[in-house]
């Protein structure tokens, strides 16, 4: 079963504008990534963050860990349509467990 | 380009026919992963293996699902006596080190169609 669960479901949004997507899981972890795909492609990583670690940049994305209320947020600023994709959180323990996934449509 | 290699991209195949997938992680990482997609949903784990020991294999992966990863390099996921419920997209993912944390490096997936 899918540990992760990202909100919302789908996200749509302008050029321009930021987008921001929240994960929540179940169980302790050693970190949680937060991943890409594009329609019918594999995943890309985008980012990790380690269980004693807050909050981690990496050029337009932003991600917060709060390990008390087990929850993540990814935020994508100045978003632009090239980032129109899904986005899923991943918790890892020994192995990653995904969510379903945030369908992000980002409009021209 | 040295990233994670599935092939075939695409099989189609009839109820009950055998498939296999094959995967060829970055060399140097000694994890391996298999994952399944189906449409809408994020990816749902299958097995893994550190080098060429299978060390754990999810409870969805019935007696119908083989994998292997002789000499810890590339894997193969076999599927016997296929069923339309097997259709889905079947991922790859590799990652280096033996404490296994770090990001997963994934293949562009094997899309399966059962007919």
């Known amino acids: 079963s899918q540990q992760g669960e990202e909100d919302p479901q789908a996200l749509s949004i302008q050029e321009g504008e930021n987008a921001t997507m929240n994960c929540s899981y179940k169980?302790?972890?050693?970190?949680l990534q937060w991943y890409r795909q594009n329609s019918g492609r594999g995943l890309v990583h985008l980012i990790l963050?380690?269980?004693?670690?807050r909050e981690k940049h990496s050029g337009r994305l932003r991600v917060t860990l709060d390990t008390s209320k087990k929850s993540s947020s990814l935020l994508i600023t100045a978003s632009r349509a090239a980032d129109t994709a899904s986005y899923f959180c991943?918790?890892?323990?020994?192995?990653?467990?995904f969510g379903k996934g945030t369908k992000l449509t980002v409009n021209p | 380009d040295t990233g994670v290699s599935q092939d075939p991209r695409h099989k189609i195949t009839k109820r009950g026919q055998n498939v296999t997938f094959r995967c060829d992680p970055i060399?140097?990482?000694?994890?391996l992963y298999w994952y399944r997609q189906t449409l809408g949903q994020g990816p749902e784990f299958l097995t893994y293996?550190?080098?060429?020991?299978?060390?754990?294999k999810s409870r969805l992966l019935s007696d119908r699902f083989s994998a292997e990863r002789p000499k810890g390099s590339f894997s193969t996921l076999e599927i016997q006596r296929t069923e339309q419920g097997d259709s889905a997209m079947y991922l790859c993912?590799?990652?280096?080190?033996?404490?296994?944390?770090?990001?997963?490096?994934f293949g562009e997936g094997s899309r399966l169609t059962v007919l």
């Open positions: 060399s140097e990482h000694n994890r």
């Open positions: 991943a918790t890892d323990l020994v192995k990653l467990v």
């Open positions: 169980t302790s972890i050693n970190n």
């Open positions: 293996f550190q080098n060429e020991a299978q060390l754990e």
């Open positions: 963050i380690r269980s004693n670690e």
């Open positions: 993912a590799s990652r280096e080190g033996l404490a296994g944390t770090g990001e997963l490096f």
